[in-house]
């Protein structure tokens, strides 16, 4: 719910029992800071908590939360009370809903949500300010920096925006300098040019250029520039490291959840249909057991470097389990070229890559490779075979554990999947 506090577990916190059951708090349970950081991207207002198996290397870890969100405090887990320097402030293990709300009431951070669950109005030291400047004669000037501040806030909450929604940061970084340095000004993203450089830790993105500006104040703009462009990449890598299998480098199961409930809308949409495949290797416990874990990983390397061979640039590879993946084939706009021969349908590009695999030779298998390496699979076709992406992905695993029961090396079909290619 909106109106709980949202509070992300990250490793051995000894908090899931004592917060389980707290009153308006919603658990969220991740295995490393780098996936509690996915998280704050999804919902700024969350609170972190990193414990015992998570604590993240880098110092500035810190700092990266703070330039996804202003309002996500990092918590350390832990008894000796000791305060890490990649968090704002340490809680007890063990500790329960109540306790953690005055630690973050204590930080200032959660105000509206959190004082309200311990009694305190938020809005008592606002009021007692405007009356103080109306009392002094102030209340214009008061006025007018709140609403200056105003518009500070809502550029910095679009800038924020922009960049967990990976949208291009620039043009607004620019327009809100233009407005503080009263001049127009241009960013050049050259290695050597006239201008301000604009650089970030030993990471040149280019240089500021404001026609008639100091260049001590041209400087300061572009030292922040320099930080919303590094936090523009950080963010980008971090996405990457989210959503991706770092083995193979398919979409993981994360990124196959999100991705396949939108793109089965935009097919609703559209009216058009969607293809999922599934399928896992055949026997792949016993290529690891025989030949060891370093050949299991170039199999599963190589699998998803055949299939990104015979897929089309808008269809996605997941791999959402050990030697199981999904082929979302999504082709919004059709054949590229208008006119040219209409493109192979999905099970033509299924068995194809069905072919490779079987004929494809893995060195760490040694003589057994060729033509023992086998996939099964099915294909189920939105909307006929599934309305959902749960009842899509659950009649292509139907499918693909009868390819299995049948004999392996085989890709069955749902009664959708056989009209759009073309075989009911």
Not at 92 to 98: H, K, V, Y
Request: proline share 5%; glycine share 10%; hydrophobic share 40%.
């Amino acid at each position: 719910m909106a109106d709980e506090l949202r509070v992300i577990l990250a490793g051995r916190t000894g908090l899931d029992e004592s917060l389980r059951f707290g009153e308006g708090i919603e658990l969220v349970r991740v295995p490393s800071a780098l996936e509690a950081l996915a998280e704050v991207g999804e919902r700024p207002d969350s609170v972190l908590v990193i414990g015992s198996g998570a604590e993240p290397a880098d110092e500035d870890y810190r700092e990266a939360v703070r330039r996804l969100s202003a309002e996500a405090p990092v918590l350390h887990a832990g008894s000796n009370g000791r305060v890490p320097a990649w968090a704002d402030a340490t809680i007890a293990d063990g500790a329960d809903a109540t306790e953690l709300r005055r630690v973050l009431a204590s930080l200032g951070r959660h105000e509206p949500r959190v004082r309200a669950s311990l009694g305190i109005e938020t809005q008592v030291g606002r009021v007692a300010e405007h009356a103080q400047a109306d009392a002094t004669g102030d209340g214009a000037s008061a006025h007018d920096a709140d609403q200056g501040r105003d518009a500070e806030d809502a550029s910095e909450a679009a800038l924020i925006a922009a960049v967990l929604r990976g949208r291009e940061v620039l043009p607004m970084a620019l327009a809100r300098i233009e407005r503080r340095l009263g001049v127009p000004v241009r960013f050049e993203a050259s290695e050597e040019g006239a201008g301000v450089p604009v650089a970030w830790q030993g990471r040149h993105f280019g240089y500021l250029i404001g026609e008639g500006c100091a260049d001590e104040a041209l400087a300061r703009e572009a030292s922040w520039l320099a930080g919303w462009l590094r936090l523009v990449e950080q963010q980008a890598e971090l996405r990457r490291a989210a959503l991706t299998d770092p083995l193979t480098g398919a979409w993981n199961r994360r990124y196959f959840d999100r991705f396949l409930p939108a793109a089965i809308e935009r097919a609703r949409r559209a009216r058009e249909s969607l293809t999922l495949l599934v399928f896992d290797i055949d026997d792949f416990k016993r290529f690891n057991t025989e030949h060891g874990h370093a050949a299991g990983d170039e199999i599963l390397i190589e699998t998803v470097r055949l299939l990104r061979s015979v897929i089309r640039p808008s269809d996605r590879v997941c791999r959402i389990g050990g030697d199981e993946f999904c082929v979302i084939f999504h082709e919004p706009q059709g054949p590229r070229v208008p006119g040219s021969k209409p493109p192979e349908n999905v099970y033509q590009i299924s068995r194809r890559f069905q072919e490779k695999i079987c004929k494809h030779e893995f060195p760490k298998l040694g003589s057994e490779a060729p033509a023992t390496l086998s996939i099964s699979g099915g294909l189920a076709t939105y909307p006929w075979d599934g309305r959902s992406a749960e009842e899509l992905l659950e009649h292509a695993d139907r499918l693909a554990l009868q390819s299995k029961a049948q004999g392996k090396n085989a890709i069955l079909l749902g009664p959708g999947a056989q009209r759009v290619c073309g075989m009911d």
